[in-house]
């Protein structure tokens, strides 16, 4: 199998960024900017090698895009990797030249936070770059994005329940977080409110007893797997990508899943097992986009608002229960009937940019 290749997934731009003093070795991928300049994190991770960390920012750009229209933004998609561990790698000087490449640019690309970055780390890119958001609060941003990425799950989990079983609320419902870091924390926390039985399980065993000493209603699973196979009404992936293959349907009780996850479904074929075994999957771009609302509202003239953002965040309901509902109707899988929506946002609205303005 051969390298992948941006030509063959229709990208518009990748870019290869390279600082030999500081160590810089990022990409950054343009999916799309047909709906405007692309958003999205920028991830520090040890990729094993180039190719890897290539086919991961390909990946990425165009989810976001989808992410992106999906949500009702202005924004296409966008995405940036740095190779290497953030642990030991990470500097000022490599943040600060990553930042002169995004400014160079010119707003094409805006980026935030994601794996193995933070909002602080944003504030040291920002200062060679204007297109940077998820910056801290005391620099104007919208500080931790899981509040709101965390909220639009559960918008998503709350109109998934309205589908399957024609009431919206998730009071008695068993559900099950598999990872409880700062989303799936936020999540639990929505759902104990609302009087759900929740069961968490993590690979951090001090994240879990923080949550458990929190909310003492809250079960515990011994392992992820343990968790999927437990009487359940929804099951909620939190974690790693790939939560949902062959294995772990054959012993998954949920009727629903919604989680914060991104890339949930190991593979396409995924998504028909589901729909054949009768389980509601609410794909994971679509009710996780509460997170780049967050940090899109930063890039209001008027400045970051936490309760407009939170607003647009309500919207993740309907947007979900409309993917629901054609998936329905199109005798289609709701991951093809998220895409769907998607790519005709993107076609409709992308093509006003071919009427001239003065």
Same mark, same amino acid.
């Given at each position: 199998m051969g390298a992948p290749s941006s030509f063959g997934t229709h990208h518009e731009q990748v870019v290869?960024?390279?600082?030999?003093?500081? #160590?810089? &070795?990022?990409? %950054? $991928?343009?999916?799309?900017?047909?709906?405007?300049?692309?958003?999205?994190?920028t991830r520090f991770f040890p990729y094993a090698s180039e190719t890897d960390a290539l086919?991961?920012?390909?990946?990425?750009?165009?989810?976001?895009?989808?992410?992106?229209?999906?949500?009702?933004?202005d924004l296409g998609g966008g995405k940036a990797v740095i190779i290497g561990d953030p642990r030991t790698d990470k500097s000022e000087a490599l943040l600060r030249a990553y930042g002169r490449f995004v400014q160079s640019l010119n707003g094409r690309y805006f980026t935030a936070c994601d794996v193995g970055t933070y909002s602080i780390d944003m504030d040291v890119i920002?200062?060679?770059?204007?297109?940077?958001?998820?910056?801290?609060v005391d620099h104007g941003g919208a500080g931790d994005s899981s509040v709101l990425t965390a909220f639009g799950v559960y918008q998503g989990m709350r109109a998934s329940a309205q589908f399957t079983w024609g009431d919206q609320s998730l009071? #008695?419902? &068993?559900?099950? %977080? $598999?990872?409880?870091?700062?989303?799936?924390?936020?999540?639990?926390a929505h759902l104990v409110e609302e009087d759900a039985r929740v069961v968490v399980t993590d690979i951090d065993s001090e994240a879990v007893a923080r949550l458990v000493q929190q909310y003492p209603s809250i079960e515990v699973a011994e392992s992820t797997d343990a968790l999927i196979a437990a009487d359940l009404d929804v099951y909620a992936p939190c974690a790693l990508g790939g939560a949902l293959d062959e294995k772990s349907l054959e012993t998954l009780t949920a009727k629903v899943v919604a989680g914060a996850?991104?890339?949930?479904?190991?593979?396409e074929g995924i998504g028909k097992?589901?729909?054949?075994?009768?389980?509601v999957y609410a794909p994971d771009y679509c009710v996780n986009a509460g997170g780049v609302i967050q940090v899109a509202d930063e890039l209001d003239p008027s400045g970051?608002?936490?309760e407009r953002a939170k607003a647009r965040a309500t919207g993740i309901f309907e947007t979900t229960l409309s993917v629901l509902e054609r998936a329905a109707s199109e005798d289609i899988t709701t991951a093809e009937a998220a895409d769907r929506q998607a790519e005709q946002r993107i076609r409709e609205i992308g093509r006003l940019g071919q009427i001239r303005l003065p």
């Open positions: 290869f960024c390279h600082d030999e003093a500081s #160590g810089l &070795r990022a990409i %950054i $991928a343009l999916y799309s900017t047909a709906l405007g300049p692309g958003l999205g994190g086919a991961d920012v390909l990946n990425l750009s165009q989810g976001m895009a989808y992410k992106n229209a999906l949500a009702g933004l920002a200062r060679e770059s204007d297109f940077v958001t998820g910056r801290t009071a #008695g419902k &068993r559900v099950g %977080i $598999a990872g409880v870091g700062k989303v799936g924390r936020h999540l639990a996850a991104n890339n949930q479904l190991a593979h097992l589901l729909s054949d075994r009768g389980i970051f608002s936490f």
